[in-house]
């Protein structure tokens, strides 16, 4: 299978741990999202990388958040002192940028839930 | 900055046709897309409109007005399978080119 994977696939943590996301991306796709997504509602935007660089992170991002992508492949999403409003789904998504599309191909995410 | 707005639920029978409209507000336009979320699972690309017009994927249509700052998706022959979130998501140009998603309209196909 050559599509986006997540690991883990699900976290319970205590509030106040920290945890970390990976996420491997369809291996010739260059850009690489990071997703959080609550019940109800549509995938809110955290941040996004251009092969390793980080180009934008959400203004809605706490400090406690921090994405790497080391040598443009893998990418890994940490959040320090968690807090339980940090519970939902976290989404990767990975796309090769074209004039005429864009389309993002997303992981089956990782579900956290902060007790 | 970018905000989007569609219907939080449709419902319609199997067979008929249903169109999901899509309001968005944002700078430097450069397209909207349409993703389909069934529960417990992942979004999934449905089509992609950066002009003016109709674009037309088997069952799945979108339209795109940028005047008008509008777009739909129009599912034909509807299914049960049919029955699933659907989102719209704009890219835009604020600082960057991340994409927006709308909060989703959530489609009920019935009997």
């Known amino acids: 299978d050559t599509g986006v994977s997540q690991n883990p696939r699900h976290k319970i943590t205590k509030r106040g741990q920290n945890v970390t996301f990976r996420c491997d991306p369809i291996s010739e796709h260059n850009r690489l999202y990071w997703y959080r997504q609550t019940l109800g509602q549509g995938p809110e935007f955290l941040t996004y990388?251009?092969?390793?660089?980080?180009?934008?992170k959400s203004r809605l991002l706490s400090d406690r958040f921090s994405a790497e992508r080391p040598k443009g492949s893998f990418s890994t999403l940490e959040i320090q002192r968690t807090e339980q409003g940090d519970s939902a789904m976290y989404l990767c998504a990975s796309s090769l940028v074209t004039e005429s599309s864009y389309e993002q191909y997303f992981g089956p995410g990782t579900r956290l839930t902060v007790t | 900055g970018q905000s989007l707005e569609q219907p939080s639920e449709v419902t319609a029978v199997e067979g008929a046709i249903v169109q999901i409209n899509c309001t968005y507000q944002?700078?430097?336009?450069?397209?909207l897309s349409w993703y389909q979320q069934h529960d417990g699972g992942a979004p999934t690309f449905l089509s992609y409109n950066a002009l003016d017009g109709l674009e037309e994927t088997g069952r799945f249509s979108s339209f795109l007005s940028r005047s008008d700052s509008y777009g739909y998706l129009l599912l034909q022959e509807l299914q049960m399978k049919d029955s699933a979130s659907y989102f719209c998501a704009v890219r835009g140009h604020t600082g960057g080119f991340k994409t927006i998603f709308g909060a989703g309209t959530r489609l009920f196909v019935k009997a």
């Open positions: 990388f251009q092969n390793e660089a980080q180009l934008e």
């Open positions: 944002t700078s430097g336009f450069y397209g």
